[in-house]
Each structure stands twice: as structure tokens, then as C-alpha cells.
């Protein structure tokens, strides 16, 4: 039986470092939205997981995903 990949693991990546951290981002004005990903893609050690525009799609989107983290603007 195998073990199955932790979040965030890439397998192309192996021995390259620990996981990166998988992280949705939720925003409805489209302009911090797309700023926060492009800071999450550009930043060593995170992944971007998701983005989503409004709170039912988080939540949704969190239980598809499973980020290690959100960014949530409510």
C-alpha cells in the first residue's frame, strides 16, 4: 500500500525541498485578487491552490482544493 503525496508535494520537484504551501486566495475586486496571486506564485515556498470571487465558492473550493491555507477577504 502506498503512502499518497502531502499537499502541496510535487512529485517533478522531489529532493528539492520541503512542500510548498498550497493557498487559495478569496477576494471580489479583481485587481487585489489577481495582485495576491501573483505575490503567492512569485514567493519561494508557496503555491497558488485556487482564487476564488465570494464565500459560497471558498467553501467549496477549500473542501475541493485542500490548501494548507486561505486568504479570505470578507
Not at 485587481?31 to 465570494?54: H, K, M, S, W
Request: proline share 9%; aromatic share 2%; charged share 25%.
Amino acid at each position: 500500500m502506498s503512502t499518497p503525496p502531502l499537499r502541496g508535494h510535487d512529485p517533478a520537484r522531489r529532493g528539492t525541498g520541503p512542500p510548498a504551501v498550497r493557498v487559495l486566495v478569496g477576494d471580489d475586486q479583481e485587481v487585489f485578487r489577481q495582485a495576491a496571486c501573483d505575490v503567492i506564485a512569485a514567493t519561494p515556498g508557496f503555491e497558488l491552490a485556487g482564487e476564488v470571487d465570494n464565500g459560497a465558492d471558498a467553501l467549496a473550493a477549500t473542501d475541493r482544493l485542500a490548501p494548507d491555507l486561505v486568504l479570505l477577504d470578507v
